[in-house]
């Protein structure tokens, strides 16, 4: 993971191939004499890293092998690593001061719910990392992971034999950087769900998105192991996270951003104090994690947490045919808006055939989606409740329930936490 963040920022126009930049820029207006400019993205997944261009069909061949070169033909001058490990510095910096807390509670509650193994190992790196990483730690990297196996070239709009015979030519025929030597240290663990909790306590009161202040917040992310997307169970677990829903208590609501999703329903119209109560749910080869997001004044953590369990123990009750036909018809129109985009469509093929080594079309998908009844739901609910919890906590903390308090109400019927008793107030 570590060494993926500098792959990751060390990419096209950081003279990360061998070509000068002068040549590269005048091959891409070539390219697309058509168009102003091309569009170059690197992507960086908890289990993927995807390069992309979007450029003009008729300059595939260019296109391609700027790709190759992207990928096979790193130079990594010392520069260019040193250059890299200052823009890491920096967004780990920005990570702990940032209002959202979003990806460093991702980070959090993964760490959680895989102790030291596989998707739990930090996806940023450790800042006493940061100068241990260079060209030929790189190069182990690229070494054992950028192998043929491992690797898809997705494209949409251009024909398919064009787009082999360019992946022949620019790919298999080309020397990567690194040598032809065998990969020989591939982490083939399977992920291991743990649970457990990761605390990190902090000063939540100086936090501001500009010169109006906002309130101190107290951040709780709780979440269950779910399935991984190869498990027929992952499409009920889909339109459970959808049922779920919620969002930001300022968020602009309506038709389509969760209005009627049982978290604003039941969790943001009822307690005002809750600014923040969304559903999660990440998947992936051998495992899943479906988490609720909440955030509340640090003198009401305690009643933010039961509630949070109460809607969990709720899961796996009754499903009313009205939400469930709403959850199923949002998740698929969310999917048929996302597929018209052209760079969402070629991740999605690349994603899935690199995953199932097939790709399932969006009429597959959407019948799947639409054979999902009351009973799959509560079904898979009712199986996660069964495992333990992953509980990732940010800032004041004083009020924070034990983690075994969590599982016990975790445990119980109506969700609510053991009561604590004080001598001294």
């Given at each position: 993971m570590k060494r993926n963040t500098l792959v990751e920022l060390l990419t096209f126009w950081k003279n990360w191939h061998f070509r000068l930049l002068l040549d590269l820029t005048a091959k891409m207006k070539f390219c697309l004499r058509w168009k102003s400019m091309g569009v170059f993205v690197t992507a960086r997944h908890q289990d993927t890293t995807m390069y992309a261009v979007s450029a003009d069909s008729k300059g595939l061949d260019t296109v391609v092998g700027l790709l190759a070169d992207v990928v096979l033909q790193p130079r990594l001058t010392d520069e260019e690593v040193e250059m890299t490990r200052m823009t890491v510095q920096f967004e780990l910096e920005d990570l702990n001061l940032r209002p959202d807390p979003e990806p460093l509670l991702t980070e959090m509650i993964h760490e959680a719910a895989y102790r030291e193994n596989t998707v739990g190992?930090?996806?940023?790196?450790?800042?006493?990392?940061?100068?241990?990483?260079?060209?030929?730690?790189?190069?182990?990297?690229?070494?054992?992971?950028?192998?043929?196996?491992?690797?898809v070239l997705a494209g949409v709009g251009v024909e398919h034999e064009h787009?082999?015979?360019?992946?022949?030519?620019?790919?298999?025929?080309?020397?990567?950087?690194?040598?032809?030597?065998?990969?020989?240290?591939?982490?083939?663990s399977v992920a291991q769900y743990t649970g457990g909790i990761a605390k990190l306590e902090r000063d939540m009161s100086n936090v501001?998105?500009?010169?109006?202040?906002?309130?101190?917040?107290?951040?709780?992310?709780v979440g269950l192991e779910s399935c991984s997307f190869l498990e027929e169970d992952f499409i009920p677990f889909a339109v459970l996270n959808m049922m779920m829903g919620g969002g930001g208590s300022f968020s602009a609501g309506g038709p389509g951003k969760g209005m009627f999703s049982r978290l604003y329903l039941n969790v943001l119209n009822r307690h005002h104090w809750m600014y923040n109560a969304t559903s999660y749910h990440h998947s992936y080869e051998d495992t899943g994690l479906l988490c609720i997001h909440a955030s509340a004044d640090p003198r009401q953590v305690r009643e933010m947490v039961e509630i949070i369990t109460k809607e969990f123990i709720l899961m796996s009750g009754t499903v009313d045919a009205v939400e469930l036909e709403r959850a199923k018809t949002q998740l698929t129109s969310m999917?048929?808006?996302?597929?018209?985009?052209?760079?969402?469509?070629?991740?999605?093929?690349?994603?899935?055939?690199?995953?199932?080594?097939?790709?399932?079309?969006?009429?597959?998908?959407?019948?799947?989606?639409?054979?999902v009844k009351p009973e799959d739901v509560k079904r898979v609910a009712s199986k996660m409740l069964r495992g333990k919890p992953a509980v990732a906590a940010l800032g004041d903390l004083t009020d924070l329930p034990t983690y075994e308090?969590?599982?016990?109400?975790?445990?119980?019927?109506d969700g609510r936490l053991p009561?604590?008793?004080?001598?001294?107030r």
């Open positions: 190992l930090h996806r940023f790196c450790p800042t006493e990392n940061i100068a241990k990483i260079n060209r030929e730690v790189l190069h182990s990297y690229l070494r054992n992971y950028y192998t043929p196996d491992r690797m787009l082999v015979d360019c992946a022949r030519k620019y790919l298999l025929e080309i020397q990567p950087a690194w040598g032809s030597a065998e990969a020989v240290d591939i982490d083939r501001s998105l500009g010169p109006t202040p906002i309130p101190e917040l107290t951040h709780i992310m999917l048929m808006m996302n597929l018209e985009s052209r760079p969402v469509i070629f991740e999605d093929v690349g994603r899935q055939v690199l995953a199932t080594r097939s790709r399932k079309l969006p009429h597959e998908l959407c019948t799947l989606i639409r054979n308090h969590i599982q016990t109400a975790l445990s119980s019927k009561r604590t008793y004080r001598l001294f």
